[in-house]
């Protein structure tokens, strides 16, 4: 800068340290607001924005994010309804969040709109952070839940856990894993129900952290084996059927024996004496 007036030279530094520290502004908020977002929001949404398929919206990609003012005010005072996001339906509830401030909520804004182009799928983890063997018994109701839920088998099916099946008035729960964004999906799901039936049904009894993370993890492996054929309960249901039968033919015999004795056959057997 030789050859420049010296009040010009003093300009052009000052021009210069206030882009830079545009710069490092700029990229401190969007630091606060990374942090922002795994504290408040990667819990239902995931790590990397990829929501969970029909339950929980996606914010990868999803072009209302791109809205500071939208994604503010959704933050600070929650969001219900059906709403749709890149052509999926959508009806859950979000609680508002008036703990996070205003710049808060705008340093999540500004994060979640650099996230168009995030993978929409979190990466696997190599181990699984619940328990599937405590999962098992939960959803069976060999262990009750600690809140006094339901277990999860009076509603729902898993092929081959049970020795014959499930409820049938909620959905078959075999590739949950694979539906509902894998165990970290699966485990803020369980812990924020977004069906309304579920909902209902565990309201005043939520699932601690402990068990809906061995709920997933069960649900996890259960997606991983071998697929179970459609006839699987069918040998299952003959041999209930023969027990059963069984049960009931001794039962008829009882009584025959217990029954009162007529006339004819109490002559009959003085007779024979």
């Not at 809205?67 to 009806?91: I, Q, W």
């Not at 508002?96 to 996230?115: D, K, N, T, W």
């Not at 729960?173 to 812990?191: F, K, M, S, V």
């Not at 459609?230 to 069984?246: D, I, T």
Request: aromatic content about 6%; hydrophobic content about 45%.
């Amino acid at each position: 800068m030789q050859g420049l007036p010296l009040t010009l030279k003093a300009e052009v530094r000052m021009k210069r340290a206030l882009i830079a520290l545009a710069f490092l502004l700029g990229l401190g908020l969007a630091q606060d607001g990374k942090a922002l977002y795994e504290r408040q929001c990667a819990a239902c949404h995931g790590p990397t924005g990829q929501g969970v398929p029909g339950a929980i919206p996606p914010l990868a990609g999803n072009p209302r994010v791109q809205d500071e003012a939208y994604v503010v005010k959704v933050v600070r005072e929650g969001l219900s309804g059906p709403l749709e996001v890149n052509g999926t339906a959508y009806n859950g509830v979000m609680p508002p969040m008036p703990q996070v401030s205003e710049g808060e909520a705008r340093a999540i804004a500004q994060y979640l709109a650099g996230l168009g182009g995030a993978p929409r799928e979190a990466a696997p983890k190599p181990q699984l952070a619940g328990d599937p063997a405590l999962g098992r018994a939960l959803y069976l109701g060999q262990k009750a839940f600690q809140n006094g839920g339901a277990p999860c088998q009076a509603c729902h099916t898993v092929a081959g856990v049970g020795f014959l099946g499930g409820g049938s008035m909620g959905k078959d729960l075999t590739d949950a894993a694979q539906r509902l964004g894998g165990e970290a999906g699966l485990t803020a799901l369980l812990q924020n129900p977004a069906f309304p039936v579920m909902r209902a049904a565990y309201q005043g009894k939520p699932l601690t952290e402990a068990e809906a993370s061995a709920l997933a993890a069960f649900l996890v492996q259960v997606s991983e084996e071998a697929p179970r054929p459609s006839s699987l309960y069918l040998g299952r249901f003959l041999v209930a059927g023969l027990v059963l039968l069984g049960v009931l033919l001794l039962y008829q015999a009882a009584l025959w024996q217990l029954r009162p004795q007529s006339l004819a056959e109490r002559i009959r057997k003085e007779l024979r004496r």
